[in-house]
């Protein structure tokens, strides 16, 4: 089992930056697939970023433009994610989620376990 836990959310004014954080604890994630996703009132939940087992990266390009950067630090058996020159559209939930299984792992389906998600909310 894991269990997973977000920090990092608040409130910023459009163009700032947050870093959403996620500690892990019951085993090491460090061989995990790994993902944050996000869930704005009224939407389904959107794939964000994942960094994968060989630790390469995938975006929702679309939604993230190059803006978010996902990344792991194994020592702390966190997963990361940095927000660059936010939008009032990334207001959302983000969740972060582990043990993700190929191929479908751009879908929130894919993974195991789940945290409890952070409020991010973007003032223009």
């Known amino acids: 089992q894991v269990q997973l836990v977000e920090s990092g959310g608040g409130l910023v004014q459009a163009g700032g930056s947050l870093r959403l954080s996620c500690a892990a604890s019951g085993r090491t994630i460090s061989t995990d697939t790994m993902g944050w996703f996000r869930q704005a009132p009224g939407k389904e939940r959107e794939f964000v970023a994942v960094i994968h087992r060989s630790g390469s990266t995938t975006y929702n390009t679309d939604s993230v433009k190059g803006r978010f950067t996902i990344s792991r630090d194994n020592a702390k058996n966190t997963l990361y994610l940095q927000m660059n020159s936010l939008e009032p559209e990334d207001t959302a939930v983000y969740y972060c989620?582990?043990?993700?299984?190929?191929?479908?792992?751009?879908?929130?389906?894919?993974?195991?376990?789940w945290g409890q998600g952070t409020q991010v909310t973007v003032s223009s």
């Open positions: 989620a582990a043990g993700g299984r190929a191929p479908y792992i751009t879908t929130w389906g894919a993974y195991a376990y």
